[in-house]
């Protein structure tokens, strides 16, 4: 906190900045439609709590693309944790959305009120410690996300390799953002002018690996921060880009994003991640879009360690969340939303995960 | 055994001799109300008759038992103190039940009573009967604990949540989101650094200086779970109203702020437990503002928002307006936030 303490947020939240901003944008757009889409769940949130749809022109859309972890998690995978869940002797620990989202049949909360030992962490190390303080049982900790938190889940990796734990496992679902955005990009029934790129994600990753949308797209893209005026002043950016069309991939976000990103953090995932095909939810298999844990890491791959029967995976019938995903439909075009996909009895998943573009559409909707 | 070692056995909720001894050394002792030192089945005390009473019951389950800025004991009071002290009554009696854990260590049970009866102290309320139970280890987490409160409402006051009407202001009486934040970083695995502490207080008299000020107040209720969201989408659709907030004027602690936005929350959806929401008519808004103010725990209270007549077909709801002019709904949390709070 003491960092966070000692920078002035005000200059980030100025009113007349953002006014400012604002008014710059509908000059810059015009009478042009231009589609703008963010690939970040903070990113979905803060639009939605800043409320900036009801202050931009209308002809400018934000999509929220495969973004939240939890959404982008396939039923596959979630049944597969179900099924670890139900193992003899295993406690599962999470992060808090995880739970919540329903696979084919169940759901990890519903596993809990069965009687399995679901427990939901805010850092990887904590399953550690359940480890050690549990030796009789296995601890599996489900790990989920995109680039940000692989360094994480690769470092509580190591730690259980130091400490000597045989009773540690992670159960491995990471996915990685340029490939997703690389799957967008090519979708003929999506148009995207321009891409919002992730801040937490770019300051592993850096800028290159975005590079791609210019080379092969011709699409710009502007890395921005999370802060009122950073997303501003990053759309201004991207929709000057768009106008002028010349596209190039920029950094608006450099107080936490340097061009060449976290080379360490990179070390990290490489030491003990290999690429891995990935099934998103929504955009199907993607090759080598996914984090598999390495070989020489085996004892602590769940995949390996547990031998578990999956059951048969079923998609909720009518939900278009893979739609969303994609920015073919705002979540308001999917039949269900609001009548029979609310917060309260989700469907699909990105009604579940409070970063899911479902549930900031129907949380801040006008 | 020693003092410091002592637990709580089955043997102390069994009825016998052993029971007798932990309500003679430990609640009366911590009490020492006269109605409870009568050591009937019921307190029996006497309340004036304006023939009105308002009774309220909650129940306790925080962990940890002892947190930055209060206890579960200072909670159990607070917490149903202020819900009767919301109807406008002058809170009285409270009763104390306690469902204990096999081997909860004594010394503890003799703080948080101490802090109990401290509390009551301050609130000028009397705890005048109690029950205890002794469930199995592993049967409970320690200490639970049930209070019930009764008050008497005083003429002419009709307080209710349905009363909202358009025009009127909403007032709160200080920085919203402490308690869950405090609570929150005490849990294992998020020991980040802060000095953010509980706001577990009794508001009974800050209600009474409110009400004497502003005599046509329309109601109070304290934001705990689910935070300011909840009360305003509560009072908001009880009286088929929308209700404006201005984010500016939300008195919020920056590093409340700050852990906030760490963690994903929005602090108007984070529980408080010595905060008072109040709405007021516009032209005594001032007046309640100041009381608020003077009172005890009142010293950062704040005018935040306005009561509006819906839209032709529009649903009741909560908007919050940004410092930059945008709107967004404020709709109540789904499920819950953090568990075990309160």
Redesign the interface.
């Known amino acids: 906190?003491?960092a966070?303490?000692a920078i002035d947020f005000s200059v980030f939240?100025d009113?007349e900045r953002?006014?400012g901003l604002?008014e710059r944008i509908g000059r810059l757009a015009g009478e042009r439609e231009i589609n703008l889409m963010e690939v970040c769940g903070?990113h979905t949130?803060s639009i939605?709590?800043?409320?900036?749809r009801?202050?931009l022109p209308r002809n400018l859309h934000l999509l929220s693309g495969p973004g939240c972890p939890v959404c982008v998690t396939a039923n596959r995978d979630i049944d597969h944790a179900v099924a670890l869940a139900r193992h003899e002797g295993v406690i599962i620990a999470t992060f808090g959305d995880m739970v919540?989202v329903s696979g084919s049949t169940s759901s990890l909360a519903a596993e809990k009120a069965q009687g399995r030992d679901v427990r939901v962490?805010?850092?990887p190390?904590?399953a550690l410690?359940i480890a050690a303080a549990h030796p009789e049982q296995h601890v599996v900790f489900m790990g989920v996300g995109f680039e940000t938190t692989a360094p994480a889940i690769a470092a509580c990796i190591l730690e259980a390799e130091a400490r000597d734990l045989a009773n540690f496992s992670v159960f491995c679902v990471h996915k990685l953002t340029p490939a997703a955005l690389a799957a967008i990009a090519a979708d003929p029934k999506t148009r995207i002018d321009g891409f919002i790129l992730p801040g937490h994600v770019s300051t592993i990753i850096g800028l290159e690996p975005y590079e791609f949308l210019v080379r092969e797209h011709q699409t710009p893209g502007v890395v921005c921060g999370f802060e009122?005026v950073d997303i501003l002043a990053g759309v201004e950016r991207l929709v000057e880009l768009i106008v002028a069309g010349t596209p190039r991939i920029e950094n608006a976000y450099p107080r936490g994003v340097a061009r060449e990103g976290n080379p360490h953090a990179r070390a990290l995932i490489d030491q003990v991640f290999e690429l891995a095909d990935a099934t998103w939810r929504g955009l199907g298999e993607l090759p080598a879009s996914g984090l598999a844990i390495r070989p020489t890491y085996a004892r602590f791959d769940a995949r390996r360690r547990l031998d578990v029967a999956v059951e048969p995976t079923v998609e909720p019938a009518g939900c278009r969340c893979g739609d969303v995903l994609r920015g073919r439909i705002a979540p308001s075009a999917c039949p269900l939303f609001g009548r029979v996909c609310t917060?309260?009895n989700p469907v699909g998943p990105c009604m579940v995960s409070?970063?899911g573009s479902c549930a900031a559409h129907?949380?801040?909707?006008? | 055994m020693s003092a410091s070692t002592e637990t709580v056995l089955l043997g102390h909720g069994s009825g016998g001799q052993m029971m007798k001894r932990i309500i003679d050394d430990v609640f009366l002792a911590a009490y020492g109300s006269p109605e409870l030192a009568a050591g009937n089945d019921a307190g029996v005390a006497t309340l004036p008759p304006t023939g009105r009473i308002a009774l309220s019951t909650d129940s306790f389950v925080v962990t940890p038992h002892t947190f930055p800025g209060g206890d579960i004991g200072r909670l159990a009071v607070c917490g149903t103190v202020n819900d009767v002290a919301t109807s406008g009554a002058h809170v009285r009696y409270l009763s104390c039940g306690f469902i204990l854990e096999e081997g909860f260590p004594l010394a503890d049970l003799r703080r948080i009573c101490a802090s109990m009866a401290a509390t009551a102290r301050e609130a000028g309320v009397a705890i005048i009967t109690g029950d205890t139970k002794v469930v199995e280890r592993g049967s409970a987490d320690g200490i639970y604990i049930n209070t019930a409160g009764v008050g008497e409402v005083p003429e002419g006051i009709e307080l209710s949540g349905s009363s909202c009407t358009p025009g009127d202001v909403v007032l709160v009486s200080g920085t919203l989101g402490d308690h869950g934040i405090a609570i929150m970083s005490q849990r294992e695995g998020l020991a980040f650094s802060t000095e953010i502490t509980s706001d577990a207080a009794p508001l009974n008299h800050l209600i009474a200086a409110v009400l004497e000020a502003a005599p046509h107040t329309r109601c109070f209720r304290d934001p705990t779970r689910g935070g300011l969201a909840s009360t305003l989408n509560e009072f908001a659709s009880a009286s088929h109203v929308m209700i404006e907030v201005d984010e500016e004027r939300v008195p919020v602690r920056p590093d409340v702020q700050a852990a906030c936005a760490m963690l994903g929350y929005d602090p108007l959806q984070v529980a408080n437990e010595g905060k008072m929401v109040a709405v007021v008519p516009a032209d005594e808004a001032e007046a309640a503002l100041a009381a608020m103010r003077d009172a005890r725990y009142g010293e950062q209270a704040a005018i935040i928002g306005t009561v509006h007549e819906l839209a032709e077909d529009a649903l009741p709801s909560v908007r919050v307006r940004t410092p930059w002019g945008a709107t967004r709904v404020l709709d109540m949390l789904v499920g819950e936030q953090l568990p075990r709070i309160c």
Do not use: K, W
Not at chain 1, 48 to 52: E, H, T, V
Not at chain 1, 362 to 366: E, G, K, L, N, P
């Open positions: 906190m003491s966070t303490a939240r009113p953002v006014r604002v903070t949130m939605g709590r800043y409320g900036f009801s202050i919540r962490v805010y850092s190390l904590d410690d009122p917060p309260q409070s970063e129907y949380r801040y909707r006008d």
